[in-house]
């Protein structure tokens, strides 16, 4: 791996600087945000910035000098972070969920390497979709042992052996040794402002693991082929790899993972609801501000403004309820995360699990349903082009198309009536 250039990183302390730095930077990113997106500019610029302000160290456990901050905070600073711009708060998705498989498959070993690397502002991107596959056990991409020991690990700064406790590399074939991994992902988003790609993979037996690869390395390819009618500048395209040789320490087995209780799936969840609830809450916003500046009243409410009429005054109302429904089922969910996370069992993960789907739901609703009445409120002039005030429901529309809320709706019924757990993976 090429050294990637050095970065200022700020260190951020804890939960109250992190959601402070989140607000500013949601503040920054919004300015532009309609142009970056009509131009489809990608925000490198403003990727740096968010890697500078110490973000994406914030889930780094203490000991290994992070914020630790809660589910609550992470959260939040999700939304903040949505509600500038829906396409830069999905880019760090996937940083945080491969940080978080760190924090529970890593080795020591491990943790120590990339851990350092997030708190030096390196990014996680993501190769986990495939095309033509129904589901994550279909996962076509392999992990092949080099038994000769070819390539093994210089590794970009190897930092120990996958053998160590709790880290044994892809089926603990090979040992020290290295892998090649060989594959077709799609929708990865992320990927092209990576420092470090991780890819979901199938060893030998099978299991599934994820393999942190450089950006860089020989064999990897990201295409900018994303086209997406929203969330235009997230570059989600394809990743190629061909014989890609991946040092043992750098795989970690991703499938012990759903062996027992779980919040792999809620946290990812999680803030995938988070960024449907800032789209709505920023939809909310531009329409409150358009209607008060820009809007016409009906000649036949006999107001002065439109901010007056009393029709209006209702539907704002109902909107903003629909936005308060989605952060507070926001919060609810983020808080049962904390509490299962304190306290892990079969119980208490499937009740995070329930908490966040509920907020899932009620958050695409709402971000899909307030980003279309910004029209019907704000009136014919909203529609031009020249204002691109259809981003947010382009976002909107496309981000809720990630996983079907209906299956969440599903599992809630089953638990309410019969105490069913939600099943065990990425996606609850």
Do not use: C
């Given at each position: 791996?090429?050294?990637?250039?050095?970065?200022?990183?700020?260190?951020?302390?804890?939960?109250?600087?992190?959601?402070?730095?989140?607000?500013?930077?949601?503040?920054?990113?919004?300015?532009?945000?309609?142009?970056?997106?009509?131009?489809?500019?990608?925000?490198?610029?403003?990727?740096?910035?968010?890697?500078?302000?110490?973000?994406?160290?914030?889930?780094?456990?203490?000991?290994?000098?992070?914020?630790?901050?809660?589910?609550?905070?992470?959260?939040?600073?999700?939304?903040?972070?949505?509600?500038g711009d829906a396409s830069l708060a999905q880019i760090p998705q996937s940083h945080f969920v491969y940080v978080n498989v760190l924090r529970r498959q890593g080795s020591p070993a491990?943790?120590?390497?990339?851990?350092?690397?997030?708190?030096?502002?390196?990014?996680?991107?993501?190769?986990?979709?495939?095309?033509?596959?129904k589901h994550v056990q279909d996962i076509r991409t392999r992990l092949t042992p080099l038994r000769d020991g070819a390539g093994a690990a210089d590794g970009a700064g190897a930092a120990?052996?996958?053998?160590?406790?709790?880290?044994?590399?892809?089926?603990?074939?090979?040992?020290?040794?290295?892998?090649?991994?060989?594959?077709?992902?799609?929708?990865?988003?992320?990927?092209?402002?990576?420092?470090?790609?991780?890819?979901?993979?199938?060893?030998?037996?099978?299991?599934?693991?994820?393999?942190?690869?450089?950006?860089?390395?020989?064999?990897?390819?990201?295409?900018?082929?994303?086209?997406?009618?929203?969330?235009?500048?997230?570059?989600?395209?394809?990743?190629?790899?061909?014989?890609?040789?991946?040092?043992?320490?750098?795989?970690?087995?991703?499938?012990?993972?759903?062996?027992?209780?779980?919040?792999?799936?809620?946290?990812?969840?999680?803030?995938?609801?988070?960024?449907?609830?800032?789209?709505?809450?920023?939809?909310?916003?531009?329409?409150?501000?358009?209607?008060?500046?820009?809007?016409?009243?009906?000649?036949?409410?006999?107001?002065?403004?439109?901010?007056?009429?009393?029709?209006?005054?209702?539907?704002?109302?109902?909107?903003?309820?629909?936005?308060?429904?989605?952060?507070?089922?926001?919060?609810?969910?983020?808080?049962?995360?904390?509490?299962?996370?304190?306290?892990?069992?079969?119980?208490?993960?499937?009740?995070?699990?329930?908490?966040?789907?509920?907020?899932?739901?009620?958050?695409?609703?709402?971000?899909?349903?307030?980003?279309?009445?910004?029209?019907?409120?704000?009136?014919?002039?909203?529609?031009?082009?020249?204002?691109?005030?259809?981003?947010?429901?382009?976002?909107?529309?496309?981000?809720?198309?990630?996983?079907?809320?209906?299956?969440?709706?599903?599992?809630?019924?089953?638990?309410?009536?019969?105490?069913?757990?939600?099943?065990?993976?990425?996606?609850l």
């Open positions: 791996m090429t050294a990637a250039p050095a970065r200022t990183v700020r260190t951020v302390a804890d939960d109250v600087e992190a959601l402070a730095l989140a607000r500013e930077l949601a503040d920054e990113f919004r300015a532009e945000a309609a142009e970056r997106d009509r131009e489809r500019r990608l925000p490198r610029a403003e990727l740096d910035r968010l890697s500078a302000s110490g973000l994406l160290g914030v889930t780094v456990p203490r000991a290994h000098g992070g914020a630790d901050v809660s589910a609550r905070t992470l959260a939040e600073i999700f939304r903040l972070l949505a509600t491990q943790r120590e390497f990339f851990f350092g690397e997030v708190l030096a502002g390196r990014r996680f991107g993501n190769a986990q979709s495939e095309a033509g596959t120990g052996a996958a053998g160590d406790a709790g880290g044994a590399g892809a089926g603990d074939a090979g040992g020290t040794g290295s892998y090649l991994l060989s594959g077709e992902k799609h929708y990865s988003t992320g990927a092209l402002f990576a420092d470090w790609i991780p890819v979901l993979a199938r060893a030998e037996d099978e299991a599934l693991h994820v393999a942190y690869v450089p950006r860089d390395a020989p064999g990897v390819t990201v295409l900018d082929d994303w086209d997406g009618m929203g969330q235009r500048t997230t570059a989600s395209g394809t990743v190629r790899l061909a014989d890609v040789v991946v040092p043992a320490d750098r795989v970690v087995p991703h499938h012990l993972t759903f062996q027992g209780p779980q919040l792999h799936g809620a946290v990812a969840q999680l803030l995938h609801a988070a960024i449907d609830a800032g789209i709505a809450s920023g939809a909310l916003a531009e329409a409150v501000a358009f209607v008060r500046t820009k809007s016409r009243p009906w000649f036949e409410s006999g107001y002065e403004t439109a901010a007056e009429d009393p029709l209006l005054i209702q539907r704002f109302g109902e909107l903003a309820l629909r936005v308060r429904a989605a952060e507070a089922l926001l919060n609810a969910a983020a808080d049962a995360v904390d509490a299962a996370s304190a306290d892990l069992t079969d119980d208490s993960a499937a009740e995070a699990s329930i908490a966040v789907a509920a907020a899932k739901v009620q958050a695409a609703e709402a971000a899909v349903g307030t980003s279309s009445a910004l029209f019907e409120v704000a009136g014919t002039r909203a529609a031009l082009d020249s204002l691109n005030l259809n981003r947010h429901w382009r976002d909107a529309r496309t981000h809720t198309l990630h996983d079907p809320v209906r299956w969440k709706v599903q599992h809630i019924g089953r638990y309410v009536l019969s105490g069913t757990r939600p099943p065990r993976h990425g996606l």
